[in-house]
């Protein structure tokens, strides 16, 4: 059975800091991650951790951030055309 997503594809961009961030103050961060993201693409992210063919529709930028989501999605064997 193929599975198939609906939805947004986002980019992710993830800072990690020692404490917490104070309001007015200058924070620097250790290391930042960046990943695909939003509900559609992380339903289809699992769905195919499980071994399962997914398809995900939705709309995908044409620029650096799109075909980074999309080139990371296809490493997960997630449909994107």
Do not use: H, W
Not at 10 to 19: E, L
Not at 39 to 54: C, E, H, L, W, Y
């Amino acid at each position: 059975m193929k599975i198939a997503s609906f939805g947004n594809s986002t980019f992710d961009n993830t800072v990690y800091c020692d404490g917490f961030i104070v309001e007015d103050e200058r924070n620097s961060f250790d290391f930042a991650t960046m990943t695909p993201g939003g509900p559609a693409s992380n339903a289809a992210s699992v769905i195919a951790k499980f071994g399962n063919p997914v398809d995900l529709y939705g709309r995908m930028g044409n620029d650096a951030y799109g075909s980074f989501v999309r080139k990371m999605l296809n490493e997960e064997n997630i449909n994107t055309q």
